[in-house]
């Protein structure tokens, strides 16, 4: 199974930007849709954006947020530009076993088997 740790969080100030990590374990990730959510303090779990790692194709929400994939270090990337207050959240990785092309099922939490413990990012004004 896969293991997944995030990594690149932190306190920025707004407009600012950060790039996050997230590396698998245990196996690599062909084969598989890995996505990002967040979810701020009281409120739901928010899709971010989604990559397939066999194609490179994603699907993202905001224009602001990029996913991408390095095959070599087995890790996928979320760099996200132009940081605003309300972007501030705990960062998930998640994956799952699938062949088929991001689109908006890859917005739901239960499409995926697989969790990382998330990183927090805090944008200051």
């Known amino acids: 199974q896969v293991q997944l740790t995030e990594s690149g969080g932190g306190l920025v100030q707004a407009g600012g930007s950060l790039r996050l990590s997230c590396a698998a374990s245990?196996?690599?990730?062909?084969?598989?849709?890995v996505a990002w959510f967040r979810q701020a303090p009281g409120q739901e779990r928010e899709f971010v954006s989604a990559?397939?790692?066999?194609?490179g194709s994603s699907y993202y929400v905001d224009s602001r947020f990029a996913i991408s994939r390095d095959n070599a270090k087995n890790t996928v990337y979320l760099q996200m530009n132009d940081l605003k207050t309300e972007d501030s959240a705990v960062y998930y990785c998640t994956a799952t076993a699938s062949d088929r092309e991001p689109s908006g099922w890859t917005s739901f939490s239960d499409e995926y088997d697989y969790w990382g413990q998330g990183t927090q990012v805090t944008v200051s004004s």
């Open positions: 990559i397939s790692w066999n194609s």
């Open positions: 245990g196996r690599s990730f062909r084969g598989y849709v």
